[in-house]
């Protein structure tokens, strides 16, 4: 890969990451209410859920689900579905009486999941999003040279997309995590999981106006 269009996928991948989306509300959900730490495996699930999105879009897959509109609309109603899941579960989400310190003391309090159910929420949370895939599919080829090994190509653009997100979604979720202190009564806890919750809630729903022509 030559050394000018990598630059230029490495500074496309951090407008990606920046842009705020279902990945970035999670990594400040979870920042807020377990820590940079705790949501670090969450952000590992997310990077696992984006590299599956990448290579699908690499090797044509995301353009054969673009093509067939049945596939495209399980795949949108899955997603949606599921934001829609977690956003009523972080609405719902009860609060302890208790209001902790800060910090690990918050933890204790904000039900922790556990690292499987916190990975596989990154996981689901970035795999299920149609959105992804026509990106990946619409970006993807104006960075791979057909003349080119396409794995090592994939490869290169994989380690440069999931390095630029990981740092983007640990700066989310530290930014969020900064604000415990401040948050830490129940009535400001509830009020986040109603705020996080209902954003979750209407990303799920737009999810469902994406069209396969986007």
Avoid: C
């Avoid at 579960?89 to 800060?102: I, N």
Wanted: hydrophobic share 55%; net charge positive; aromatic share 8%.
């Amino acid at each position: 890969m030559e050394w000018n269009v990598w630059l230029a996928f490495f500074a496309a991948s951090w407008v990606i990451a920046v842009s705020p989306g279902s990945g970035a509300v999670l990594s400040m959900s979870h920042g807020l209410a377990y820590g940079v730490r705790q949501t670090s495996v969450t952000i590992v699930g997310l990077q696992l859920g984006l590299s599956v999105i990448l290579l699908i879009a690499g090797v044509g897959v995301g353009a054969l689900l673009l093509a067939s509109a049945a596939a495209f609309t399980v795949v949108k109603v899955v997603g949606a579905a599921y934001l829609l899941y977690l956003g009523v579960k972080q609405w719902r989400a009860p609060v302890d009486a208790k209001a902790p310190a800060a910090g690990d003391a918050l933890v204790k309090h904000a039900g922790l999941p556990t690292v499987r159910e916190r990975v596989l929420t990154g996981f689901m949370t970035n795999v299920t999003n149609p959105k992804g895939i026509v990106f990946m599919v619409a970006v993807l080829p104006q960075f791979i040279d057909p003349l080119k090994p396409l794995w090592l190509q994939l490869l290169i653009l994989l380690m440069t997309s999931v390095g630029v997100d990981l740092i983007v979604m640990h700066g989310y979720a530290f930014l969020a995590s900064r604000a415990q202190r401040w948050l830490a009564t129940p009535k400001a806890r509830r009020a986040q999981n109603r705020v996080f919750g209902g954003v979750l809630m209407l990303m799920g729903t737009s999810l469902l106006l994406v069209r396969r022509g986007a």
